[in-house]
């Protein structure tokens, strides 16, 4: 079968997929008896577009059901291209995608960031959930329960969780990655601390996020550790009065042996500057 370059399709479980994609957005694919749920929208229509052809390989069932782990553009604005099925998000995320000046900033800084996708990025007509829920909703396709959870804030005010019990596997969206620093902008730092607690209660040894590979349960563990080290550390440094600029070297020394190989490590000083902001305005 010949899926877009670039993917890789990993079966999970009878009739659920990972759909990895490069350095770009994965998905999740669950087949039900009368239709499919897929998680995460992609960056723009043309990549729902392909998303789609790939379904199309695997099963002839319409797309029933998408869902949004949470706003971020690179998840939601494919959004479009199922006009036909229900789309499902946390109230929060419907907030952040209806937000004018989200919108516009995250429009500007895509279209002026010469990506191959930056001129279709103008065209994207950016479409919210039409199913919103507050803390948890339960979906049944093909004889599972698919439990959607929000346990808090985290990357950004509408992080869900996509928790499989029977098969002990949990969809992260951006909130725990494996050995990958995530984006901190939107971010709420000290409700991360909480809902990381939360998902690592989760009976769960395999998990798929946003971006990069499949996990276990250890390497959840690892990235709630990331949380806490970098949003402990930070806080401490402010408790002593540090800056910005002092407080940066130490929050990132002190995490330097453990976390230096991870992804997006190397550009650790300019995340920095969120997570201190965020925090010493709270
Ligand atoms: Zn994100």
Not at 118 to 125: G, K, R
Not at 262 to 275: A, C, H, I, L, R
Request: aromatic letters at 8%; hydrophobic letters at 35%; charged letters at 25%.
């Amino acid at each position: 079968m010949k899926f877009t370059p670039g993917t890789e399709i990993v079966e999970l479980a009878d009739g659920m997929y990972a759909r990895l994609h490069e350095n770009l957005t994965n998905a999740g694919i669950i087949i039900g008896d009368e239709g499919v749920m897929i998680i995460d929208s992609l960056r723009m229509p043309s990549f729902a577009r392909d998303l789609k052809d790939d379904v199309k390989l695997i099963t002839d069932k319409p797309i029933k059901y998408v869902l949004d782990t949470h706003a971020h553009w690179d998840h939601s604005w494919g959004n479009e291209e199922f006009p036909d099925a229900t789309i499902i998000g946390h109230k929060n995320c419907y907030l952040e995608m209806t937000d004018p000046d989200w919108n516009s900033e995250w429009r500007s800084k895509i279209m002026s960031s010469n990506d191959p996708w930056s001129s279709e990025a103008n065209l994207v007509n950016i479409t919210p959930p039409n199913l919103t829920f507050d803390t948890s909703m339960s979906i049944y396709i093909g004889g599972r329960e698919l439990e959607i959870l929000h346990l808090g804030k985290a990357h950004t005010s509408g992080d869900i969780f996509i928790h499989v019990p029977s098969e002990k596997l949990v969809f992260t969206g951006d909130v725990i990655q494996k050995e990958r620093v995530p984006y901190l902008g939107d971010s709420y730092p000290h409700d991360w601390l909480d809902t990381d607690d939360r998902v690592s209660e989760l009976p769960i040894n395999r998990f798929v996020s946003g971006h990069g590979d499949i996990g276990n349960h250890d390497d959840l563990m690892e990235a709630r550790a990331f949380i806490h080290n970098l949003v402990g550390e930070t806080i401490n440094t402010i408790q002593d009065g540090k800056g910005k600029e002092e407080a940066q070297n130490q929050v990132i020394e002190s995490m330097t042996s453990r976390f230096s190989n991870w992804v997006g490590f190397d550009t650790m000083d300019e995340k920095f500057g969120d997570v201190y902001t965020k925090l010493t305005a709270s």
